[in-house]
């Protein structure tokens, strides 16, 4: 695709439920990071991929959070028992590799009621 | 690990100049600037790889000081469309391809 796309653009969920936020990165592109950004704040490291490989996860606040690669290309970050605390945009950039541009997606607008 | 930003904000009349700084307690890699508007995505800037590298993107400008572990952004004859928080990220030589920002400082350039 033309650039990186994160669907859904909005999610409001309960208290409690599972969600999957998907990424779908620039085609190429072996790096994928997870952010996470809540308002007037920067975007704060969630997960990083390398290809199909977690490189670095130390990100992940918790184990309700886990993110996957399958493929090396689209990637699904999973929230379990989600939390009012987990309401943020959660964004998603890919890069061709380390010390590149990495371009961002718009974002996933996550609440949770 | 992640860098710290100053000032938190900043005023602008058009045609001003600011400074952003950067700065890292552990030994860099690299430093990524990024500017985001309101509601969007980040938009990268450029990246800063060696100590002493400087870029220019339009009149914005940077510079790595990798001794100091610091990074300066620098808006020059600022333009309305400057406006929008920026955003610096390192990747730190001790924690390997991990990019991560700091708070940002937010520019507000007025007419």
């Known amino acids: 695709g033309a650039g990186v796309s994160q669907t859904p653009s909005n999610k409001v969920t309960e208290k409690g439920k599972y969600v999957e936020l998907r990424c779908d990165p620039i085609s190429g592109h072996t790096a994928l990071y997870w952010y996470r950004q809540s308002l007037g704040q920067g975007p704060e490291f969630l997960i990083y991929?390398?290809?199909?490989?977690?490189?670095?996860d130390s990100g992940l606040p918790n184990d309700r959070f886990f993110a996957v690669r399958p493929e090396g290309s689209v990637s699904t970050l999973k929230i379990q028992r989600t939390e009012r605390g987990d309401s943020a945009v959660y964004l998603c950039?890919?890069?061709?590799?380390?010390?590149?541009?990495?371009?961002f997606g718009q974002g996933t607008r996550l609440t949770v009621v | 690990q992640q860098p710290v930003q100053s000032p938190q904000a900043v005023i602008l009349r058009e045609g001003e100049d600011a400074v952003i700084n950067c700065s890292s307690s552990?030994?860099?890699?690299?430093v990524h600037w990024y500017r985001q508007k309101h509601g969007e995505a980040p938009v990268f800037l450029m990246i800063l790889l060696k100590g002493g590298e400087q870029k220019g993107h339009e009149k914005i400008s940077a510079s790595f000081n990798e001794k100091k572990q610091q990074s300066s952004l620098y808006l020059t004859a600022s333009q309305l469309s400057y406006s929008g928080t920026y955003f610096c990220?390192?990747?730190?030589?001790?924690?390997?391809?991990?990019?991560?920002f700091g708070g940002g400082t937010r520019v507000l350039v007025k007419p």
């Open positions: 552990k030994a860099l890699y690299s």
């Open positions: 950039a890919s890069s061709l590799g380390t010390n590149t541009e990495a371009f």
């Open positions: 991929f390398q290809g199909t490989g977690a490189a670095d």
């Open positions: 990220g390192t990747r730190v030589k001790a924690a390997g391809n991990k990019l991560t």
